[in-house]
């Protein structure tokens, strides 16, 4: 059983644990186990509660108004909370411990609705077809209507994925409305595909992983074709028994390191040695292959400066030496 103290931060570790980072949460258990032992510390309730407020805004509430938008906070000039802030140059965000908090919260969530639905037309309007464009000025005519709403955000989702992010994750329980969605019971109903959608808290996150591991496909197709278009025979080969094993991370570092001595050698003519200038210089995994293989390490198309350097090789129409 919890003890009386612990009773009282009941709501803190719930929000700590459901919605913060791992060091959030470390710091908001600190913070609590501090407070058992000393409850009437008051730069530790403080910083707990500002820890709590910076998690509420960023996951649940999403409300960046500053403090004071409405200009009626009672706490204005004396809030801890406040002045913990200013201390450590934290923005000033409006807080629930504002007693006009829960009225504020409300214009903000009904101007971002028509933010976002300006958003959603504009994008629309942008990205989609004559068909999509005029569903979407057929369904504005009864914007009011929370029915049409969830149509337009559907028809938004379908562009968005089809023509801007070609994310075709599928929605998945780590989403906070993934058991009460209306677009996925939307989707359910017309038998439609259902993709991760930008309402999702989780849905930049999860974007941004999605194009690391698009680019990386890319990047071995590029890595594929070169080695087929320009290697001899025996690189083609064992190029045929690398893709046989290409779950392996170690095979796709081989054939990286393949593929950038071919480039090497049959398109750039670039052999200058892999500089300091690389920020994977101490780490990287090919210079890692080239070694056990005895090959030089030239610099290779994965650095950040490679395409600097090859243009500056191809103006002097020299092999450029690495800078000491």
């Known amino acids: 059983m919890p003890s009386s103290n612990e009773v009282c931060f009941l709501e803190e570790i719930a929000i700590s644990n459901m919605y913060g980072t791992e060091l959030e949460k470390k710091h908001v258990a600190n913070l609590i186990s501090y407070l058992i032992n000393d409850p009437n510390n008051i730069e530790k309730i403080v910083e707990l509660a500002v820890v709590i407020e910076e998690i509420k805004r960023r996951e649940i509430t999403h409300m960046d108004w500053n403090c004071c938008f409405c200009d009626k906070c009672e706490r204005f000039h004396s809030c801890r909370i406040k002045w913990y802030r200013g201390e450590r140059q934290m923005t000033q965000y409006c807080c629930s411990y504002c007693q006009n908090f829960d009225r504020c919260l409300a214009k903000f969530q009904k101007l971002e609705k028509s933010r976002r639905i300006v958003s959603e037309i504009f994008m629309i309007n942008i990205n989609g077809n004559d068909d999509e464009v005029e569903l979407a000025r057929n369904i504005t005519n009864n914007i009011t209507d929370l029915d049409c709403l969830i149509k337009l955000g559907v028809l938004a989702e379908e562009i968005r994925t089809r023509e801007i992010t070609r994310m075709k994750w599928n929605c998945c329980p ?16 017309k038998e439609m595909d259902d993709y991760c959608c930008s309402y999702c808290q989780n849905y930049k996150e999860c974007l941004e992983k999605y194009r690391k591991q698009a680019a990386k496909e890319v990047r071995l197709i590029e890595d594929i ?20 094993n290409m779950g392996s991370p170690q095979t796709i570092i081989k054939m990286a390191a393949m593929a950038e001595n071919i480039k090497t050698r049959e398109i750039t003519g670039f052999h200058s040695h892999c500089c300091f200038k690389c920020n994977d210089l ?15 390490e030239t610099c290779c198309s994965y650095c950040g400066h490679y395409r600097g350097c090859l243009d500056k090789t191809h103006k002097t129409g020299r092999s450029m030496e690495p800078e000491k």
């Open 174 to 189: 780590q989403c906070s409305k993934y058991n009460n969605c209306r677009i996925k019971w939307h989707r359910g109903e």
């Open 225 to 244: 074709f070169v080695i087929n278009l320009f290697g001899g025979d025996d690189e083609v080969k064992s190029l045929g028994s690398l893709i046989d």
């Open 282 to 296: 101490p780490n990287c995994d090919i210079n890692v292959e080239r070694k056990a293989s005895g090959e030089a």
